[in-house]
C-alpha cells in the first residue's frame, strides 16, 4: 500500500504501549538475541511466566524491530503510522485483553521466526508450523467473535499486522499466503496478499485478491487503491480511474490514488463526467510530480525501493 499489514508482533518500548520513547541501546541487545516465549519451554523461561509488564515491553521490542525491517512495505502503506496506528489500536480494545492480546503475537512471532529459520532442525519446523497455524486460526476465531458479537475489527485489524513479520518480496507473498489460507474472511489479509502479489509481477492475481478483500469490506481505501494499481498495469485505465476513485472517496487525502486517478484520466478521452478538481484535497504528492512520475510510480517497471523514493 503505499498504505498495504497482521498479528504476529511485539513491540518493545521503554514505555506503555498507549505513550512513551524505545531506548535504542536496549531495543538492539533485544534483537541480538532470541524470544523465549514459547509455551512449552522450560519452567521460568516460557511467556505464561511473563508479567504483564514483560509481555508489554517484549512485545513493543517486536513492533519497533518490525517497523524499522519493514520500513519500506510498510512506507507503501502510508506505514509511517504503523506504531501509533498500533498503539491506537490497542487502545481500543479492553484494558483487560491487551495483555492476551500482546502474547498471542508475540507466540505467533516466535512460531513463525523459528520455522523458517534456516537452521532449525526438520521435525522443529514441523511441529513449529502446526504451532503457527493453531495460534493464527485461534486468533482469527477471536476476531471474527469480537466482530460478530460486539461489533469490534479492532482485532481483525491487529491479527493483519501478522504479515510484517516478513520481508517484501517472496518472503512476505508466502507470508501472506499463509494468512490469507488460515484467516480467509479477512480482508486486511487479502489486501496485503494483493499488494505482494503486484510486487511480485502477478498482476491479475493482484486484481483477483484485491477484488475480494474489496468484497469482505468494501469501505476500506487499501484494496481499492491495489486495484487501481493493478488495473493500471493492466492497461484497464477505465478501471484504474473508478477503483482510485471509490479510494480517494473514502480517503480523500491518499496521494497514491489520487496520483493514479490523475494518470488514469490522462489515458482515456471523457473518462468520467466527475472532475479530479472537485476533490477537497489535493495531496502534495500527486500535486508535485509530472505525469512522468506519477506513471512510473503506477508501473511495475521499478522495484518498490524506487517507488518508495519517489514517493519521498
Known sequence: MRRLTPLGAALALLFSPLGGMVHADENIQFIKGELRDAPRSRKGRGLSSWTPKQVEIRFWENIYRLEAKNAMYMDRHGGREYVDGIRTQLSR????SRTDIMKRFLGIS???????DPET?????????RRFESLVRDYHDL???EHSQNNNTTYAQLFATIRS???????????AAELRRLAPTNSHVHSDYSQDLLDSGKVEEAVYAAERSIELNPLSPEPHRTLAQAKYQAE???GSYQAAKNAVKLNPKDSISFAIMK??????????ETTIDEIDEIPDVASS????GLSQMASNTIDARDRASLLD
Open 93 to 96: 480494545i479492553p484494558a483487560g
Open 110 to 116: 516466535y512460531s513463525y521466526k523459528v520455522k523458517e
Open 121 to 129: 532442525p526438520a521435525s522443529r519446523k514441523v511441529r513449529h508450523q
Open 143 to 145: 476476531a471474527q467473535r
Open 165 to 175: 513479520l516478513a520481508n517484501v518480496g517472496p518472503e512476505g507473498e508466502k507470508l
Open 236 to 238: 484497464d485505465y477505465r
Open 263 to 272: 494518470l488514469s484520466k490522462s489515458r482515456v478521452d471523457n473518462l468520467d
Open 289 to 292: 510530480m509530472g505525469l512522468v
